[in-house]
Every structure is written in structure tokens, then in C-alpha cells.
């Protein structure tokens, strides 16, 4: 098939893209997206006034109503300029830079910045020091929100507290060493062993938080400086947040690139897909595994197979970021594309969240800015193809972004998941709130929380009924979370409790 010619205006590019990092002043998020975003403008001085659209990522440490209008006057971007800020979730960037690149491919954008950034450091240390936290201008009208902006988790596991990303992708990661027939101790071995190349990646990057290099041992085993926080995680496998870290990616035509005098930097946008898993992780039918990453992977490789005009699939992929909150994301991302743990290519481009850092909802764009840095390296006219995936909640929310260092025959090409989401979605499992009498139920996946001393905290189950309901459940009493906390917890995957009637309680099985 020969490949049409595509009109220049209609071809998406990344053109360039801005990062930065503060470790002693104190700064705001504006002001870390002020210096990602101006240098980025340095390598594209020309592009600075036809910018369209400012995108901004939601900012977990909150600056204040409008943070895209406060960047925008700050970048002495015109009036005229749209502004707006996303919902929660660290897929949004990938999703940014696929919504622009459809744009720009109907014909409908040319040029436009997404930035983001967090400074939890240095919301901490205001704390710390008795200082105003950072409120920005609050006169300001609040920017417009785009985006998903469903909850994370419902009633279920509200009741429960089962909301906080640490407690909960243990629970997935109970699964996952539940299926793989390890006990906790030697599933954390495991662990270190597939997150310690993430470590040596992170060594190497300039912008990456924590610049050592770790064995997987160090990472694994339990030390007063290495808590396990929630079991099987130590500290050293989940995602840091207490950096100052910003990224921003400027997205635009071919042409308004060759007006501008830079086309020579393009990295071409090739395809963009989305999904989301179950929204409730109590609904799941299986906890361990993601659907929402399986059909937005078969969806993007289809769509750049259509792109190139050929069969395209991860085995022509040079180069990845797997978005890397902790082990149980990356694993299930790994089923989910075929990929193994090891992969020669390695799993990430920045050195993955626990060690570059997780700078809130913001982390993808540092992953699709040095993705994209990386294919701009070199020379040739070999096609070379990188992959980004980003992820929010709790492995519930996926974008994901094929990139490529030529552009694609037959122009970028977005792919279509409605009718596996519409499956998706209906795979739900019901969840009862409560029962009337008590119950056996089987577990589905369990996990402990842990004091800084090592004491375990809570932990939270979810359990099957004998009709096939779920239910999500925290312990009767202070008894079930010390005998819990000397369970051996993958080993109570597929085993009893007894679920309570009324609140969603549950009591250890005898043995």
C-alpha cells in the first residue's frame, strides 16, 4: 500500500521538552513549571508565541486555583492562550499528549504546552519551619478542569480505609505472590531483583532523586533504614513522594516545527490508546491482573500497526517507560504487553518512581520527555520506537503512547478500546456492604500494614462470598491485626476468614 502524503500541519510532533529538579531552596510547583517550561523555550524560541493551549497537571500539593494562568502570565504567553488543568491520575500526560496529537492530526491545533510539577519538599519544609503554605493567587478564577474526574474507590473501600496507593497495590501484590507459590520473604527477594535495574538507571539520570545505584538485596531486605511498610513492600519498593520536580513537553506540528526552524528535533507521535480496569479494586475479578493495560496495549500496537502500515508490536519497541509506582503495577504491566521482568531493553528510561522520584500526577511527562530525548539521539533514517505508559489511582486509569524517530507512513493513528472496555466494564464483581450472619469467605487478596517499628497496623482483605460477591474488610479487632502481622500473607491468598455480620469485619479461620 502506498502511503498517502500527509498535509505537514496535520502530523503531530513532540518538539521539545523541559526538566528540573530543586533540592535546597524552597520553591512552588508554578515556579518549577516556569523553569521546566523556559528551557524548553530556549531549544524552540520561536514556538514561544504560537502556543495555543497550556495543559497543566493536576497538582497534588495544590498551588493555589488557577496554576495554568499563573504559568502563562509567568511564560508572558498571550491572553488568548487557553489554559487548563487535568483531573487526577498519572496517566493524564500520556492522555494530554494523545487528545494533541488527534488535534493536530484533524487539523484543529497546531502548538501546545503540557507542564506539570510537584514540590512536596518544599511543602514539607514550610511546614516544618512554620512558614505559609503556598497558596498562589488566590484572586485568580480557577482554571478549567478536563479529564476523567471519577473517584478512585467507592463505598466499599471507604468503609474500610482502603484508600491510600501504599496500602492498596500491596493487596494486588499478595496475588501476584500468591500465583507465583512465594512466601512473603522470597517474593521480596524477587522484587529487589526486578526493581534493582531501575536503581542503575536512576544512577545515571540527571534529573532522578535518589542517584544511587542499589542491588537487589539492599532494595529486599528489611532494615531499620528499609522498613517494610506494607507487606511484602520495604520502603525502597514504592513510589517516593518528597521531591520538587517538574517536566513540560511542548506538542505541535511538522509544519509550525518548520516554520519555526526546528523541525530537525522532531520525535513523531505514532499512536495514543486508553482504558480503565474496574474502578472499584473491591469489584475486580482478579486483582493481579490489569485488562485496562491489556486492551489499551492491544489497541496502541494495532493503531501503530495502522500507522506504519505494517505489523508493529512490542518486539519493535528500542525503548520504554513502564510507569513504575510499585513492583505490582510493573508486573502486571509486564503480562499485560509481554514483557518479561528482565527485558534486555530494560523497563524504564528515567529509573522508575521509588528512585527518580514520583512527583504526584506528573511523573509521565519526565517519562515521555527523556523517552523522547532519547530517540532525538542519533542520526540515520532507521525508524527507531519508544512506549510510554502511564497509569492513575490504582492501576485503574491507562494511557498509552507509541513515539517514533521517523514519522509514520500513514500519520498518527489513535486506538479504539470501546468495545473491550465495554467488557471490561462489565466484568464487574458485586460487593456486598455488610452480611447478616457471619460467613466463611475466600480470600482474594490481603495485605498488612506496618508502624515505622515494624508493628504491624492494619490489614485489609478482600474476601469472596459464597454467592460470589466481594467484600472488602478490615479486622474485628487489635487480636486479628497482630495475628496477621505474623501471617505469612501470600500463603493466606485462596485460604478462609471469617467474615462478621453487620460491619465489614472479619476474624482468622481457625487452623
Known amino acids: 500500500m502506498t502511503p498517502p502524503l500527509i498535509d505537514p500541519e496535520r502530523i503531530p510532533v513532540v518538539i521539545a521538552s523541559g526538566q528540573c529538579l530543586e533540592r535546597e531552596a524552597l520553591v ?8 521546566a517550561c523556559e528551557a524548553l523555550l530556549a ?17 497534588m500539593t495544590k498551588s493555589g486555583p488557577a496554576p495554568a494562568t499563573e504559568l502563562a502570565d509567568r511564560l508572558g504567553l498571550g491572553a488568548d492562550v487557553a489554559k487548563e488543568v487535568t483531573t487526577v491520575g498519572g496517566n493524564t500526560p500520556q492522555w494530554l499528549v494523545s487528545r494533541a496529537a488527534t488535534e493536530i492530526a484533524a487539523g484543529t491545533l497546531s502548538v501546545t504546552l503540557i507542564a506539570g510539577a510537584e514540590a512536596i519538599r518544599s511543602s514539607r519544609a514550610r511546614r516544618t519551619q512554620g512558614l505559609p503554605r503556598d497558596e498562589g493567587r488566590t484572586e485568580l478564577a480557577p482554571d478549567p478542569q478536563v479529564g476523567d474526574d471519577l473517584p478512585g474507590f467507592g ?16 493487596l494486588f501484590e499478595s496475588v501476584l505472590a500468591s500465583r507465583a507459590g512465594h ?52 520502603k525502597r519498593m514504592t513510589a517516593f513522594l ?46 493481579g491482573r490489569s485488562p485496562g493495560i491489556e486492551a489499551a496495549g492491544a489497541a496502541l500496537f494495532a493503531s501503530a500497526s495502522a500507522a506504519a502500515g505494517q505489523p508493529v508490536g512490542i518486539d519493535d519497541v528500542e525503548r520504554m517507560d513502564i510507569y513504575s509506582c510499585f513492583p505490582s503495577a510493573v508486573q502486571m504491566a509486564c503480562a499485560a504487553l509481554g514483557l518479561a521482568h528482565d ?17 504526584g500526577n506528573n511523573y509521565t511527562t519526565h517519562g515521555i520527555a527523556t523517552l523522547c530525548d532519547l530517540l532525538r539521539e542519533g542520526s540515520g533514517t532507521d525508524t527507531r520506537l519508544g512506549l510510554a505508559t502511564g497509569l492513575g489511582w490504582f492501576v485503574t486509569k491507562h494511557a498509552l503512547g507509541i513515539y517514533g524517530s521517523t514519522p509514520p507512513p500513514f500519520g498518527f493513528q ?79 491468598v485462596g485460604g478462609s476468614v471469617i467474615v462478621q455480620a453487620g460491619e465489614p469485619r472479619y476474624r482468622l479461620a481457625e487452623r
Not at 512552588?28 to 523553569?35: C, F, I, Y
Not at 466499599?156 to 501504599?166: C, K, R, Y
Not at 520538587?244 to 495514543?272: K, N
Open 242 to 287: 518528597g521531591s520538587d520536580q517538574s517536566a513540560a513537553l511542548m506538542v505541535c506540528s511538522l509544519a509550525a516545527a518548520t516554520r519555526a526552524g526546528v523541525a530537525d528535533r522532531a520525535v513523531f507521535v505514532w499512536s495514543g490508546a486508553e482504558a480503565v480496569d474496574v474502578r472499584f479494586v473491591a469489584s475486580r475479578p482478579d486483582p
Open 43 to 59: 531549544d524552540v524560541p520561536r514556538l514561544r508565541d504560537r502556543i495555543e493551549r497550556l495543559s497543566v497537571v493536576d497538582i
Open 414 to 492: 489513535r486506538g479504539d478500546t470501546s468495545t473491550a472496555q465495554s467488557d471490561i466494564d462489565a466484568s464487574a464483581i458485586d460487593v456486598a456492604a455488610s452480611i447478616d450472619a457471619p460467613e466463611a469467605a475466600t480470600v482474594v487478596a490481603a495485605t498488612v500494614w506496618r508502624d515505622n517499628d515494624g508493628t504491624a497496623a492494619g490489614a485489609p482483605v478482600i474476601a469472596r462470598l459464597a454467592d460470589g460477591r466481594h467484600m472488602a474488610l478490615a479486622p474485628a479487632d487489635d487480636d486479628v491485626v497482630t495475628a496477621m502481622g505474623a501471617t505469612d500473607v501470600p500463603g493466606l
Open 183 to 234: 512466601d512473603a520473604a522470597a517474593h521480596r527477594q524477587v522484587l529487589g531483583e526486578l526493581m534493582a535495574p531501575f536503581t542503575s538507571v536512576a544512577a545515571a539520570n540527571p534529573y532522578a532523586w535518589f542517584r544511587e545505584e542499589r542491588s537487589g538485596a539492599e532494595i529486599a531486605t528489611p532494615t531499620p533504614d528499609n522498613r517494610i511498610v506494607c507487606e511484602p513492600y520495604t
Open 155 to 170: 463505598p466499599a473501600e471507604l468503609a474500610v480505609a482502603m484508600l491510600a496507593p501504599v496500602h492498596v497495590y500491596p
Open 28 to 35: 512552588t510547583p508554578v515556579e518549577l513549571m516556569e523553569r
Open 343 to 359: 527485558d534486555r531493553r530494560g523497563l524504564t528510561v528515567t529509573g522508575g518512581l521509588p528512585y527518580f522520584g514520583g512527583p
